[in-house]
T-cell receptor, first 114, second 115 residues
Framework: DVKVTQSSRYLVKRTGEKVFLECVQD?????MFWYRQDPGLGLRLIYF???????EKGDIPEGYSVSREKKERFSLILESASTNQTSMYLC?????????????FGSGTRLTVV | AQSVAQPEDQVNVAEGNPLTVKCTYS??????LFWYVQYPNRGLQFLLK??????LVKGSYGFEAEFNKSQTSFHLKKPSALVSDSALYFC?????????????FGKGTRLSVIA
């Protein structure tokens, strides 16, 4: 069964901390995505990547960065966590023509910044 | 630019009744359309998609959706709702003419099926 695995289900961090959210997929997918999900706002795209060492800004990249050193792993980094980054973070992956097949999502990381 | 709208934040339906979750879209070409479901504290799961062909698309768990080009809609339907269908539903769209751009998701509709 194909999988996208997010390393933590729940995470509590302090304001100002540097936070790493990890995502690993075992499907050899080229495309990977990070979304945040907030009530009433739906899914908003933070960053995405179509290949190793490539990254593209999504709709709300401010305060975030990403790293993709290996094909299977896409990390989201909160450089200095703030309370307004408290949210559910979802990672997804797809093959290069992935939008014919849709995305496979991880289970999400619920991050609380205190 | 591509966009998708889910006009209802919440849909309530009695168990056994038919359900409809609405979705409208805006793209410049012929759309690729998707429905996903999210159960509490989980990621999104793929339900069904429309790429081309028959306007009525059948998917997982007895769900179906009808593509209507003239109304730019892709409503999700099920003939008989179950309590276990209670979840958050997302519609997503992509314009294949826009290159390899990510899917655009709606804001979601919470479906509540009452026993």
């Amino acid at each position: 069964d194909v999988k996208v695995t997010q390393s933590s289900r729940y995470l509590v961090k302090r304001t100002g901390e540097k936070v790493f959210l990890e995502c690993v997929q075992d499907m050899d997918h080229e495309n990977m995505f990070w979304y945040r999900q907030d009530p009433g706002l739906g899914l908003r795209l933070i960053y995405f990547s179509y290949d190793v060492k490539m990254k593209e800004k999504g709709d709300i990249p401010e305060g975030y960065s990403v790293s993709r050193e290996k094909k299977e792993r896409f990390s989201l980094i909160l450089e200095s966590a703030s309370t307004n980054q408290t949210s559910m973070y979802l990672c997804a992956s797809s093959p290069p023509t992935g939008t014919l097949y849709g995305y496979t999502f991880g289970s999400g990381t619920r991050l609380t910044v205190v | 630019a591509q966009s998708v709208a889910q006009p209802e934040d919440q849909v309530n339906v009695a168990e056994g009744n038919p359900l409809t979750v609405k979705c409208t879209y805006s793209v410049s070409g012929n759309p690729y359309l998707f429905w996903y479901v999210q159960y509490p504290n989980r990621g999104l799961q793929f339900l069904l998609k429309y790429i081309t062909g028959d306007n009525l698309v059948k998917g997982s768990y007895g769900f179906e959706a009808e593509f209507n080009k003239s109304q730019t809609s892709f409503h999700l339907k099920k003939p008989s709702a179950l309590v276990s269908d209670s979840a958050l539903y997302f519609c997503a769209v992509r314009d294949p003419l826009s290159g390899n751009t990510p899917l655009v998701f709606g804001k979601g509709t919470r479906l509540s099926v009452i026993a």
